[in-house]
């Protein structure tokens, strides 16, 4: 029996007999040959089934299967120009593992409710592949950059007793006889983690009843979140700049070929090296004013105003000291002007929007209490994090990037709802 082989290493089997186990991806027929596309998941390779090659039998069975059927395929690894990938298989043998008919998506072109309907068979095309792997080196990036980086990963909860992130894009659920909810943000935790580990992180899914449709809004995606004890909104800012330059680098160096497949920029991307710009909220207010936008001071931005905010810069900026009131209870105020909050934003260039969140933390017991009460939060399920302001309390700070619209910025996508394996919209629970 010839080694099983993944598409992706077929370079190193010049010449030789092999296996591969996949789905058929596409198929075209011309006279004594049968052209099989044959994906693994590793890559996409073409089959040749010549019928000088192969018994009767195999060339028939070649002729009768359906697009994803499942295969496996022995033959000749040969080497051809042609080939996207630079080699071929001629075939000598093939089995069907499992026959398919009437495969739903076809090559043609689908609406996107349709695919959206068939996710779960969506994910096998090339495209959707393409983005899915940008992903998961997105991922591993972000955490690669806290990991190497003396951070300490510290998985926050996902039911809560709480609020974080504002009562109204809660999502309730009973547990047991108390009423409790879906995670908003891990940060309340990072900062108890914090004041334990000095520098720590989480990586999980986050939970939002966003009521609006939007090209930004899931109402659940995943957030990588550091915290660190001792660090002010100056150093929330480098972090963040730094972390995103890793993450874009990381990305350029493993994912090119696939960023071009996608017909993706790099030159935008390339330009995203430090410094980043650094505006206040007021200075980008007059920003915006200028371009005859329609924003009034002490409202947060909105899409467009994000979009207008962005493109006026050729790389991420960072937009800080947002007026306390349109922020979480949980800000610091500025010293130097109470009604502004030491909070910050990165706003992606290209019209991508705000991708991270965060800030320096109000450090202080009373001046949290008293924010509490102006946020009408009721104490007692925060109990637990005031008692951080009474044992050890020291300024801190920190932030969260989410990972769908981090993606749809380096993929150049649209719409959040491709960056995701399996999205939850406004409305959408299916597959
Ligand atoms: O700005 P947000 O709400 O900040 C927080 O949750 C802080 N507690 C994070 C922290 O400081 N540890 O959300 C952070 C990021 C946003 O910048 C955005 O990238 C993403 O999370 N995000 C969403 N992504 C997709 N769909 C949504 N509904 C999102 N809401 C926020
Ligand atoms: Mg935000």
Known sequence: MPDTIRINDVCDFEGREIAIEGWLYNKRTSGKLHFLQVRDGSGTIQCVVFKGDVSPEVFERAADIGQESALRVVGTVRADARSPIGFEIGVGDLEVVHRTVDYPIT??????????????????????HAILRVRSKIVKACRAYCDNNGFVLIDAPIFTPSSCEGSSTLFETDYFDEQAYLTQSGQLYMEAAAMAFGKVYCF??????????????????????????????????????DFICYVVQQVLETCRPTLEYLQRDLTALERVQKPFPRISYSDAHDLLKKAGCDHTWGDDFGAEDETVLGNAHDRPVIVHRYPAACKAFYMKGDPENSQQALCMDVLAPEGYGEIVGGGQREDDLEVLRRKLAEHGLDEAPFAWYLDLRRYGSVPHAGFGLGIERTVAWICGLPHVRETIPFPRLLQRLYP
Do not use: C, N
């Open 204 to 241: 999980g899914p986050t939970f939002r009843a966003e009521k609006s449709k939007t090209r930004r809004h899931l109402t659940e995606f995943w957030m990588i979140e550091p915290e660190v004890a001792y660090m002010d909104l100056a150093g929330d800012m480098d972090l963040a700049e």
């Open 107 to 128: 090559p043609k072109a689908h609406g996107t409710a349709f695919l959206m309907d068939h996710r779960h068979l969506w994910l096998r095309s090339s495209r959707q």
